[in-house]
């Protein structure tokens, strides 16, 4: 096992130059903010992707499948309909289909477009199937766009094609 200095151990809080010090404050404080805003929000995105894909792929999405799918209760899914309505994201009807308003498609949408970005870029490095699906759920939701760029552009040069 290789021996790591201190300041190896500690590269993800130091400055990017050669001080040797721990980054800023705020610029620190920035990162965890960034997280928990994406803790926020990555579970209403991946609730409205996956009844974008059970609309796309069976034409509605019931609560009973997205319960089934997600691994939670129906009491789960009924307290996140609220929640996905009041943001203005979904609509429904007891015991009917759920469906998206103009906004729960948008996010769907872009929430789609990254995890796929993201499960593209890590089967690319050779990842795994399995794994990577796993380690794709999620993560899209935690990198910025100038990251998401970098790793659809990777990528997309080593697609066969």
Same mark, same amino acid.
């Given at each position: ?11 993800? &809080? ?23 805003? %994406?803790h926020e ?10 009844? %974008? ?9 019931? +609560? ?22 009041? +943001?203005? $994201? ?5 015991? @009917? ?5 103009? +906004?729960?498609?948008?996010? +769907? @949408?872009v929430s789609?477009? @990254? ?9 690319? $490095? ?9 380690? %794709?759920?999620? &993560? ?14 990777? %990528? ?6």
């Amino acid at each position: 096992m290789n021996a790591r200095s201190p300041a190896q151990e500690l590269d993800h &809080v130091l400055r990017d130059d050669t001080s040797g010090e721990l980054l800023d404050p705020q610029i620190h404080a920035r990162q965890y903010s960034t997280v928990r805003k %994406a803790h926020e929000t990555e579970l209403i995105e991946d609730y409205v992707e996956l009844i %974008a894909d059970l609309i796309d792929a069976k034409g509605e999405a019931r +609560a009973v499948e997205l319960a089934q799918r997600m691994g939670v209760t129906q009491a789960t899914v009924g307290k996140m309909i609220r929640r996905m309505t009041e +943001a203005g $994201l979904v609509t429904s009807q007891p015991y @009917r289909s759920i469906f998206l308003t103009e +906004a729960g498609h948008n996010m +769907a @949408r872009v929430s789609r477009e @990254r995890h796929i970005v993201v499960l593209r870029f890590l089967r690319a $490095l050779g990842v795994s199937e399995d794994t990577a699906r796993q380690d %794709a759920e999620g &993560v899209e939701h935690h990198i910025s766009d100038e990251t998401m760029e970098i790793m659809r552009r990777f %990528a997309d040069d080593r697609e066969p094609g």
